[in-house]
């Protein structure tokens, strides 16, 4: 198998072993505006994964490893588009 | 560390947009001059597993967590103008799509995360000056990925301390302290993971990753 399809897998995979540990304590920005009083507003593009889930999988580690699974799809597909275009240009 | 919408004034906004997007056009600049298609399965499987590393939350200490950025990461293994093009990916997807970090922020979350992480690629370098030792290496690696992590929230107390929500609650007095003393915390979880997994891929033989440029020539 060609190293970076091993590699992604790789990836996958310990992301499905470590979904379940992540903490979910607010993270340094949330904590600082947490602690000064600031009320997080909902995102006016509130996305289709909103804070890494996927609103219509009832299964917390499920909805999450789904979303996460689309997301790291869509920056690898993102990825190779960038490659792609910047290919172009190669002397 | 992703700012979400609401944060920042929209002059914040927009400055940030302005310098980021300078800092993107210069980059695809670099980039598309030095690029090699061979460059192109590495950019986007580590593209891609910075994204799912970003996931992963690791506690820090009194109920507050922090995840590793990977702008260092990627900077070693692509070079700073593609790693900040390939962070860049990051955050847009996680902009559009997860609701981490904003679209009016998004100039200021590029800058925080994907340019300074980018230019800790110069670090590193200066730091390993050419050295082949691995125990070299691990260091440079650690220090710069620690000070991007520190540097980019220096810049994000900035921006949110001089923007109205934040100014009202003490400004940059405040969030700058803040912001800066727990990501001194989160960058030892960022140096960590960073400098390990960056030494381990170093030792593996160049076969392996043969499109390993800036790691492999001794960080040229």
Known sequence: ?91 | MHIPDGFLSLTICIVMYVISMGFLFWSWKKTKNSYSSSMTPLLAVSSAFVFAAQMINFPILYGTSGHLVGGTFLSVLLGPYAAILSMTIVVIMQALFFADGGIFTFGANVFNMAIIGGLSFFLVKALTHESKSNSRFFFSVFVSSWISMVLGALACGLQIGFSPLFSAAGGIVVTVPTMVFWHVLIGFGEAIITATLLTQLKRMPSTVLSSFTSLRGGLD
């Open chain 1, 1 to 91: 198998m060609n190293n970076y399809v091993k590699a992604l897998v790789i990836v996958i995979v310990c992301m499905a072993i470590l979904i379940p540990f992540a903490s979910s304590d607010p993270d340094g920005l949330e904590r600082v505006a947490e602690d000064l009083g600031v009320e997080e507003t909902e995102s006016q593009s509130g996305g289709l994964m909103p804070d890494y889930t996927v609103p219509t999988v009832k299964n917390d580690y499920g909805s999450t490893l789904i979303a996460g699974v689309i997301g790291v799809f869509l920056v690898l597909g993102a990825g190779l588009v960038l490659g792609k275009t910047l290919t172009k240009y190669e002397h």
